[in-house]
Each structure stands twice: as C-alpha cells, then as structure tokens.
C-alpha cells in the first residue's frame, strides 16, 4: 500500500506528487520493443525513467509498461509520454528523463492509480 510519495514542482510552480515504486518496471518503445529504461518514479501526469543512453528532448514516444501480475485485469498499458528534458545521472552510463503522460484515458488514469496505491512507497529521507 502506499504511505507517500515525492513532491516536486513542475516548470509552472505547480505541485507534483511523484510515487517511487516497490517493484522493477521496464519502459519499452511500443514501435521498436526497444527498452526506454526502468521507472524510477510515477504520476498520472508524468514519469521519470533511467536508461543507458540518452534521449532526444521534446519526441513524443508511444510507450509500453508490463503492470506487476497483481496489478488488476490488466497486464500491459500502451500510453504516449513526451520526453521534457534528459541528464546524465550521477553514475557514469546512465540518463535520466523526464517524461509527460499524454492521453490519459480514465481507463489509463484508473491503472496508474490503482499502481501507485498497490506499489507506490515515500523514499526514505524525503518529505511531500
């Protein structure tokens, strides 16, 4: 169950509540199969990911996430996420990227509720 979440701002000021995950979910590029990297965190507005390779800024991707086996009816959610910006993470061959969530259905919205609930959890050592 989840108990918190990280709270940051977005480029608008406004609040985001970003939930860190107690299970390994990989990001795959809908088209390729290839891998996009692993989620680090998630909202239904955004999601932040950790690949070895960078990612062009500003491409929209049609994206693929395998739900955990007990995360409701459904085990795969297709979804478009815009890549808003990429850095080299703090350990050499890694990036991280931010990422927006595009059409959201209420179906989609629902999954990514009902995974934040059942695996989310609050990083020890931050505050929301």
Known sequence: MATGSKSEKDRDGRRIE?????CYLRV???RTGEIRGQLVDISPQGMLLIGDSPVPV???WRVRMRLPVTARDQHLITFTATSRWCRQDSQPGFYLTGYQIGDLSPKLEKLL???IHDFGYEKKGEKG
């Open 113 to 115: 509720h009902a995974l």
């Open 28 to 30: 795959f590029d809908d």
């Open 18 to 22: 970003r939930w860190y995950l107690a």
């Open 58 to 60: 500003e491409r929209a």
